[in-house]
């Protein structure tokens, strides 16, 4: 498996970004693909999974009702649609991806198997 993750860049308090995520190799079925996130001088955090089979999504309470995480099935890419940025949510941003991990594991990075490079966020406010 080998992830792409592209769609970061520069944004201001209060608009949007979409980041995208694709797997070279193959496809994403009996995955389950998620992003986290690292702010300078803070630990790796969880932001967001989607279960591949069946569309099942968990989001960080800090993100949720703002960023949505989904599926393209024919494009074989997983998005994360963020939206009302913050200057908090300034980070780099990893996909992730893993498919033995049970869903009760999606917040734990080390779960995941798999990590793309990261894509730089960086609001201004």
């Known amino acids: 498996v080998q992830l792409q993750a592209s769609g970061g860049g520069p944004g201001q308090a209060g608009s949007s970004l979409r980041l995208s995520c694709t797997n070279s190799?193959?496809?994403?079925?009996?995955?389950?693909v998620g992003w986290f996130r690292q702010a300078p001088g803070k630990e790796r955090e969880f932001v967001a999974a989607i279960k591949w089979s069946g569309g099942a999504t968990d989001y960080a309470d800090s993100v949720k009702g703002r960023f949505t995480i989904s599926r393209d099935i024919a494009e074989n890419t997983v998005y994360l649609q963020m939206n009302s940025l913050k200057s908090e949510d300034t980070a780099v941003y990893y996909c992730?991806?893993?498919?033995?991990?049970?869903?009760?594991?999606?917040?734990?990075?080390?779960?995941?198997?798999?990590w793309g490079q990261g894509t730089l966020v960086t609001v201004s406010s």
């Open positions: 992730v991806a893993d498919d033995t991990i049970i869903r009760s594991s999606w917040w734990n990075p080390t779960a995941y198997d798999y």
């Open positions: 190799e193959r496809t994403f079925r009996r995955y389950t």
